[in-house]
């Protein structure tokens, strides 16, 4: 037997926005290739073996005619007796062995509303409008309930002019989250409605606390805020408040805000695995950075870290955003916690997929679908996805549970 051996150099990527690590000095690693050469006569001993009308010479001009019978194989084992294309040989069983389902009562709509009566596209989002909060928004509830979605959540876009560098309208009892709340609630009153409980929309600055001069977040100060905007909503009848700005203590804070003020019933969403990410930032003029207290997406035992204590703090639920980069980390969650998890499918992961479909380049509703179920099969129990109503619209035409392809 010979063997040759080459040298392939290693060449390690830059990948920008992380920490970067230096490689310089490292040798290059080498593999050893085996180059078997076999005796003339061992090859014909092999050829022997081989039923001669099944070989095509290279140099044949066309393929000869398959044998009326073709030879037994040569099997050096049983017979197999696990085969498990058997179990999907037919719709029928591919059906009831599917391990994963999808139905809109899995779903949560996220609705952004304004404070006019026209509801405006958004631009980096197809489909997508910024919703007039009386006449447009309650056209589209409408909708989804009318499919199954009976979730939704609230994003407002407040006038600038109400901004502030301590955010105070964020707990306004006459803002337009909490009249959107009553109003919904009193034409809706099983409606199931999210709100989010940040300091960005509110903020001069959006980000997602009070802003020092010297350019530092100030947690226990922002936390303070948070409190009287939670028990705001909550006062109005919303039913899960989503602390989702990534604060440290931001989860006992508000639940012993809202426990307080008799509002033991009120839910608490606690965005415990948000990352930095670059798929979202839907309305932003310029790129915050937001690293010293959202999650560096390099990170999992952090990530895990972060749900725990909001677990021990009174969370409800588990939230991970965003959904399709994260799939890891929701299946490392469902493993670690009896809580429920809940996945956001964000703007960019939307937005890509519409802009893939709109070019023809995928099939657009085969390709959402696939991934909502694929972050149901991560371990999701709901998915927070603009997605809602055209994948529950479907849903509906195959008796609102998902059969994958």
């Given at each position: 037997m010979t063997s040759s051996m080459f040298r392939s150099p290693c060449k390690i990527?830059?990948?920008?926005?992380?920490?970067?690590?230096?490689?310089?000095?490292l040798k290059a690693a080498s593999y050893n290739v085996r180059v078997n050469s076999f005796k003339s006569s061992e090859v014909a001993s092999q050829l022997q073996k081989i039923d001669s009308t099944l070989i095509w010479p290279v140099n044949a001009p066309e393929a000869p005619p398959l044998p009326?019978?073709?030879?037994?194989?040569?099997?050096?084992?049983?017979?197999?007796?696990?085969?498990?294309?058997?179990?999907?040989?037919?719709?029928?069983?591919?059906?009831?062995f599917q391990e994963t389902n999808i139905s809109p009562a899995n779903l949560i709509y996220p609705l952004f509303i304004h404070e006019g009566e026209v509801d405006i596209p958004i631009s980096t989002m197809p489909g997508r409008y910024m919703l007039g909060w009386r006449h447009g928004l309650i056209e589209e509830v409408a909708r989804a309930r009318d499919v199954?979605?009976?979730?939704?959540?609230?994003?407002?876009?407040?006038?600038?002019?109400k901004k502030s560098p301590t955010g105070e309208e964020a707990f306004n009892d006459n803002g337009l989250i909490p009249r959107t709340v009553r109003l919904?609630?009193?034409?809706?009153?099983?409606?199931?409605?999210?709100?989010?409980?940040?300091f960005d929309e509110y903020s001069t600055t959006g980000h997602g606390g009070i802003v020092r001069e010297d350019g530092v977040i100030l947690n226990d100060?922002?936390?303070?805020?948070?409190?009287?905007?939670?028990?705001?909503?909550?006062?109005?009848g919303a039913d899960v408040v989503?602390?989702?700005?990534?604060?440290?203590?931001?989860?006992?804070?508000?639940?012993?805000?809202?426990?307080?003020?008799g509002?033991?019933?009120?839910?608490?969403?606690s965005y415990s695995v948000k990352y930095t990410s670059s798929l979202y930032g839907r309305f932003r003029k310029v790129e915050l950075d937001k690293k010293t207290y959202?999650?560096?997406?390099?990170?999992?035992?952090?990530?895990?870290?972060?749900?725990?204590?909001?677990?021990?703090?009174g969370a409800d639920i588990l939230m991970v955003k965003p959904a399709l980069p994260s799939l890891d980390i929701i299946r490392l969650l469902k493993d670690q916690t009896l809580l429920p998890i809940g996945a956001c499918q964000v703007s960019g992961e939307y937005s890509m997929i519409k802009a893939a479909g709109l070019l023809k380049m995928i099939d657009e509703e085969k390709v959402m679908m696939e991934s909502l179920i694929c972050i149901r099969r991560a371990g999701a129990d709901l998915i927070l996805t603009y997605f809602a109503l055209q994948a529950a619209t479907k849903l509906c035409g195959e008796s609102k549970r998902f059969i994958a392809n």
């Open positions: 990527p830059s990948v920008k926005g992380f920490e970067q690590k230096s490689y310089v000095g009326s019978k073709l030879a037994e194989p040569v099997i050096d084992q049983p017979l197999l007796s696990r085969r498990a294309r058997r179990n999907r040989k037919c719709p029928t069983q591919r059906d009831a199954g979605v009976n979730s939704i959540k609230l994003y407002p876009k407040v006038p600038e002019a919904l609630k009193d034409r809706f009153p099983d409606l199931v409605i999210y709100t989010d409980v940040n100060e922002t936390i303070h805020q948070l409190r009287k905007q939670a028990v705001s909503q909550a006062r109005a989503c602390t989702s700005e990534m604060l440290d203590g931001r989860v006992g804070a508000v639940r012993a805000a809202l426990d307080a003020e509002f033991q019933h009120v839910s608490i969403m959202q999650i560096n997406p390099a990170n999992s035992r952090e990530a895990l870290l972060e749900a725990r204590e909001d677990e021990a703090e």
